[in-house]
């Protein structure tokens, strides 16, 4: 891990963003817990990706299927078969790679080196399938085998005759999921980065066949201007295609979202157009119709699909990197501080009195009750004022009020801007219009 992703890592833990699972127990590889500031940007991430891609649209629907589907699924989407990586092993180190990724992985004895660097002599490539797998009921035979599922798709695949049955989509249209998808990785890492236990966020948009590469066009443009919302640097991400070598068993094309990580450009999000692969193989494999009727063509057809499918804990990470920053301030002090977008901050406005006496308490409670039905509020009083900025600018809050000796006079209060450190005397009655006006002009270089 780079010195830079080690210092996320750690404030990501000190302030109750993200910790180790199991941790008191020595922890499990690649599982996280989000704590509670985690889990409030968590749902923040997900709530703005489904306000985006379902809510403020009129050609997209969601779904919530469940994670336990029929194995049947698998077999014919060509999971159990072709869901696999290339597994390697250095006979020097005894370290475990996948062979599609020697290139940005560490031999285990010689840190500063790749395995194809190193000198150890490694095995021939043999394939992993990436499925877990449990049995369903109480019995314990192959015929109860079953698996967690590896991406939230086919449930929108099996789905699609439903939701066309009980809604009024017509083709082109979307269906949008989110949920948690399990993957047994050969090599984990770089935090929630790459883990066997994730979430999702998936949407399948059913298109007719000749427009797909138009939609596939489209869908990457949305998905790019959707990450730069959400306030991560527009340098710092990018598209890039897919050779034709790469592309999964189902793909007619791929571009990828990629992040400059501390470690270089990587996935956040993959947009796939998977063509008719999944719907065709389900409609042969299931014997139901999975076709619409085209009424120019007096035909029944199966849709081609364009897949946006991104991890939140990902987006997550994403977002954490991007905010993060070490910076000293004008007094010569050095500050750690997360410029989150004031959408996804845990906590938007933090209240303070400037000491626990003189009405200061009251009168920032009073200030707090109100405030508290407009946005995500904390009040602090512990501490000095200087120690309750920085836990502030540890955790992305972008407005800090205080309320002073003056305050009680002439009903004025200070607020602190996070990201410039300006200091505003403002009215205590114009506070939720002066504080919804400055998120709403946030903006990050
Ligand atoms: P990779 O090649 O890195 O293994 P992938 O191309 O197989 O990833 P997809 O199947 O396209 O990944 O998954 C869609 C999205 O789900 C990814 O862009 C990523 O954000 C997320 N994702 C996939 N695998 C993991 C994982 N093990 N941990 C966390 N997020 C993941």
């Keep these: 891990m780079t010195d830079h992703m080690e210092r996320v890592v750690a404030l990501s833990k000190r302030r109750g963003f993200v910790f180790p699972s199991s941790e008191i127990y020595g922890g499990l590889q690649a599982t996280y817990d989000y704590g509670p500031a985690g889990v409030e940007l968590k749902r923040l991430i997900k709530d703005d990706w489904w306000r985006d891609m379902v809510r403020e649209r009129e050609d997209v629907v969601g779904l919530d299927a469940s994670i336990l589907m029929a194995a049947r699924v698998w077999e014919v989407s060509g999971h159990v078969a072709g869901f696999n990586d290339p597994m390697v092993d250095c006979k020097t180190c005894k370290g475990r790679f996948r062979e599609d990724k020697l290139e940005g992985s560490v031999c285990l004895k010689k840190k500063g080196k790749t395995p194809l660097e190193c000198g150890g002599e490694l095995t021939e490539p043999r394939l992993f399938n990436l499925m877990f797998k449990t049995k369903a009921g109480p019995i314990d035979e192959d015929a109860a085998t079953i698996y967690l599922r590896p991406e939230t798709a086919q449930g929108i695949f099996v789905n699609f005759k439903n939701v066309m049955d009980s809604t009024r989509v017509k083709i082109p249209f979307g269906v949008a999921q989110q949920g948690k998808a399990f993957r047994n990785e050969i090599v984990t890492g770089g935090q929630i980065f790459r883990m066997r236990e ?58 990828d979202i990629e992040y400059e990580y501390p470690w270089g450009w990587d996935e956040v999000e993959g947009v796939a157009n998977r063509g008719d692969y999944d719907l065709s193989h389900h409609q042969e494999g299931s014997g139901r119709g999975l076709a619409y009727r085209d009424d120019e063509k007096k035909a029944w057809v199966v849709p081609y699909v364009i897949e946006p499918s991104g991890g939140v804990d990902r987006c997550f990470l994403t977002v954490l990197c991007d905010a993060y920053e070490e910076e000293v301030k004008p007094n010569g002090e050095t500050r750690t501080v997360l410029h989150l977008h004031p959408k996804l901050a845990p906590t938007q406005v933090a209240i303070f009195p400037l000491v626990k006496k003189l009405g200061m308490p009251e009168k920032a409670q009073e200030i707090y009750a109100d405030l508290k039905t407009r946005f995500r509020c904390l009040y602090d009083q512990a501490g000095s004022i200087g120690k309750r900025y920085a836990r502030n600018d540890e955790v992305g809050t972008p407005f800090c009020v205080t309320v002073d000796g003056d305050s009680i006079e002439d009903g004025t209060v200070t607020v602190r801007h996070r990201d410039s450190l300006e200091q505003e005397r403002v009215p205590a009655e114009n506070l939720a219009a002066y504080l919804g006006d400055a998120m709403a002009a946030w903006t990050r270089e």
Excluded at 213 to 230: G, I, K, T, V
């Design 198 to 255: 994730f979430e999702q966020m998936e949407m399948e948009f059913f298109c007719a066949p000749g427009t797909d590469e138009e939609w596939h066009e489209y869908w990457q443009a949305e998905r790019l201007r959707w990450w730069q919302d959400l306030g991560v640097r527009k340098a710092k991400l990018r598209i890039r295609p897919h050779g034709k070598d790469e592309l999964a068993h189902y793909a007619r094309g791929c571009g």
